[in-house]
């Protein structure tokens, strides 16, 4: 019998034109832990499904996060921020960078952003409400994530365009080949913060700069740069991916009437809504880990060094885990989706996304009676986030 093809997955078409969940579920059939050797690409491993999947984002022991944890065409050229920033550290320093930051994402510091997430939510559907046709990336979803978490962030007034300016191209630019201009965007934002810093040791707050710089006078081991780079994650994990929920969710509900009455009558709940829409829209379309030694994914054999690509996407659609995973259940439960990751680098921010995402919905909900498509969206050729480019919609007030 002749093996079955193995398709791509670093085709950029494939994401701004194509069908990838056609060809993950072909993965998930044929070949669940799949070797891929493409054009301009170095080669990589590719896990599709749940049971074989999880394992690799849990076992830290076996595989690391200090390469990298996204694809990106030149693997072994070194990466900004590799082993230093919290997404990018493996146990035991990544356990002292993550207690510091866990400070900002208790219950109660979580639930004081409902207000604001309302405040911003209203502001930015105001200026769109029967004013015509608007771009729903560039005037809604993209600014939102971030003037919520601004004050977290350290951010103030004007600056928040330009932090979110960086985190744009740190994420547009990660598969760029030579990492120039990922690597300019990140000194960007180096010099940004390192003033900001300077700023919070005279006079601390409750953002996150000031939580590091207070760790750091307590006498925990974290230097300035650990300080910035963790400050530029926190920007570029909380406004690329909450943002992707917002579009691509409306985009499904949209497709879905029935389940977007049932959200508006109250016939679901806020709560599994917002679960089902981030399991649905998948923002991070796979993780990257870097195996330590020679290994196993489920029957295959890993070599030490290798890259091991695990399809977030994929695994929140495999058959044996969702029932009818390609359908669109606002009250599916149980929900296990990996949206969020697995393991020690689980999102720290899910908490918050969640109350950020739940508190846009029902303030959309309660102004806007009429949604409309004024435009076909058109999709970024992305293989590492769900990303819309623009999205053309009018609201209507009645
Ligand atoms: C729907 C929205 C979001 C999605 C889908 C998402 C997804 C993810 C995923 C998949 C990871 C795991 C990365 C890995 O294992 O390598 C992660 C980690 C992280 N996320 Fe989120 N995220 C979201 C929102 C947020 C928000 C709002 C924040 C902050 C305010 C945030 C901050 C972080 C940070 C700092 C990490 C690194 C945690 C660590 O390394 O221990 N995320 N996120």
Redesign the pocket.
């Known amino acids: 019998m002749v093996a079955p093809a193995i398709p791509r997955l670093t085709d950029p078409q494939l994401y701004s034109h194509g069908d990838p969940h056609a060809t993950w579920a072909r993965l998930r059939g044929d070949c669940p832990v799949s070797w891929h050797d493409e054009p301009d690409h170095e080669p990589f491993w590719a896990v599709t499904t749940y049971a074989e999947g999880l394992p690799v984002?849990s076992d830290y022991n076996r595989f690391s996060?200090a390469q990298g944890?996204f694809l990106r065409p030149n693997l072994s050229a070194p990466y900004p921020g590799a082993g230093v920033m919290?997404?990018?550290?493996d146990p035991p320093r990544?356990d002292v960078?993550?207690k510091v930051?866990a400070t900002l994402?208790t219950p109660k510091a979580v639930a004081g952003f409902r207000d604001r997430a309302q405040l911003v939510s209203r502001s930015l559907l105001d200026r769109v409400i029967d004013a015509g046709t608007h771009d729903f990336v560039n005037d809604v979803s993209g600014p939102y994530?971030l003037q919520v978490?601004a004050g977290?962030l350290g951010v103030a007034g004007d600056d928040v365009e330009r932090v979110a300016g960086f985190a744009g191209s740190a994420v547009d630019n990660i598969v760029d080949l030579d990492g120039t201009r990922a690597q300019e965007a990140h000194l960007e934002v180096l010099a940004y913060y390192a003033d900001v810093i300077e700023e919070r040791r005279l006079r601390p707050t409750d953002d996150v700069v000031s939580a590091f710089v207070r760790a750091q006078a307590a006498g925990v081991d974290i230097t300035d740069d650990e300080i910035i780079l963790?400050c530029d994650?926190?920007a570029v994990?909380?406004g690329e991916?909450?943002r992707?929920?917002l579009g691509n969710g409306l985009l499904a509900l949209l497709d879905n009437p029935a389940e977007l009455a049932a959200l508006r009558t109250g016939a679901v709940t806020q709560r599994s809504a917002v679960e089902e829409l981030?399991r649905w829209?998948?923002?991070?379309s796979h993780?990257m880990?870097t195996a330590v030694a020679d290994t196993l994914v489920g029957d295959v054999e890993i070599k030490a060094g290798q890259a091991v690509s695990v399809w977030?996407a994929s695994l929140n659609r495999d058959e044996s885990v969702f029932e009818r995973p390609m359908e669109l259940q606002l009250n599916r439960s149980p929900n296990r989706h990996?949206?969020?990751?697995?393991?020690?680098?689980?999102?720290?921010?899910?908490p918050?996304?969640?109350v950020?995402?739940g508190v846009f919905l029902e303030e959309l909900l309660s102004s806007v009676a009429r949604i409309e498509r004024a435009g076909e969206p058109q999709r970024k050729p992305s293989y590492v986030t769900n990303s819309l480019e623009t999205m053309p919609m009018a609201f209507h007030s009645h």
Do not use: D, E, Y
């Not at 919290?86 to 550290?89: D, F, K, R, W």
């Not at 829209?281 to 991070?284: D, F, Q």
């Not at 990996?338 to 899910?350: L, P």
């Open positions: 984002l996060s944890t919290m997404t990018l550290a990544h960078l993550r930051a994402f994530p978490i977290l963790t994650n926190l994990a909380a991916t909450t992707q929920v981030v829209t998948t923002p991070v993780l880990r977030l990996v949206s969020f990751g697995g393991g020690r680098h689980f999102c720290i921010g899910a918050l996304a969640r950020m995402i």
